[in-house]
């Protein structure tokens, strides 16, 4: 089936540095997805794609559609101790009979020392 | 309040027995689904629904069964048949003016003993 290749895995950072994440496919998806879990939670939608090479921003939180449709990254700008968690990347796709899905990243897990 | 509760938050069964996981919804939304997530992997789809009365196959829908009675409402048991219950369930919901977005609910732990 189709998969979503999410990296880095894991991230040890310092407070105030910048992070960057990707996913990448084989396949095209139309809609990109970034979502951010806490332990024991579920994911919270961060920010949403729907064109390539579109770039958007939510905060300090920077994600930028590709422009093939088959990869996105997210960047996070001066981390805080509160951005750790899990960082899932989603691509929709949409088949002929059975609607909608979202494939998932492996998801990449932050940590920030203060 | 609006939202997608789960119930309960962790739930613990013995070898052999089904199990039932409730998932809820106030948003209207008309797309329901589960997910299961394991340690380092991402969210698996195990079955999904578009309309009441109608729901497909994911990828791992092996030992997993669901209904779709009511909009609000989409239970998903756990039978016997699943090799490796233990895990962590997801229920979410998506919109058709949510534009592709799913929203999660808060997950409910499943630890089979």
């Known amino acids: 089936g189709q998969q979503l290749n999410q990296s880095p895995q894991s991230m040890f950072i310092q407070e105030g540095e910048d992070v960057s994440m990707n996913c990448t496919s084989s396949?095209?998806?139309?809609?990109w997805l970034w979502y951010k879990q806490d332990p024991g939670e579920g994911p919270v939608l961060l920010i949403a794609?729907?064109?390539?090479?579109e770039l958007t921003s939510n905060g300090r939180l920077t994600a930028q559609f590709g422009i093939t449709r088959k990869d996105s990254f997210l960047n996070i700008s001066a981390s805080i101790p509160s951005d750790v968690g899990i960082y899932f990347c989603?691509?929709?796709?949409?088949?002929?009979?059975?609607?909608?899905?979202?494939?998932f990243g492996q998801g990449t897990e932050l940590s920030v020392k203060p | 309040d609006g939202g997608i509760t789960q119930s309960p938050k962790y739930l613990f069964r013995k070898e052999g027995q089904n199990v039932t996981l409730s998932c809820e919804q106030n948003?209207?939304?008309?797309?329901m689904y589960w997910y299961r997530q394991d340690p380092g992997q991402g969210l698996r789809l195990i079955y999904y629904?578009?309309?009441?009365?109608?729901?497909q196959k994911g990828d791992i829908a092996e030992g997993y069964s669901v209904s779709r009675e009511k909009k609000e409402s989409f239970p998903l048991t756990v039978t016997s048949a699943q090799k490796n219950p233990t895990a962590f369930y997801l229920c979410?919901?998506?919109?058709?003016?949510?534009?592709?977005?799913?929203?999660f609910g808060p997950g409910t732990r499943l630890t089979v003993l």
């Open positions: 989603a691509g929709y796709t949409q088949t002929y009979n059975q609607g909608g899905k979202l494939i």
């Open positions: 396949s095209i998806f139309n809609t």
């Open positions: 794609l729907y064109k390539a090479g």
């Open positions: 948003l209207n939304h008309d797309a």
């Open positions: 629904s578009q309309i009441v009365n109608d729901f």
């Open positions: 979410a919901t998506q919109g058709v003016l949510s534009y592709n977005e799913q929203f």
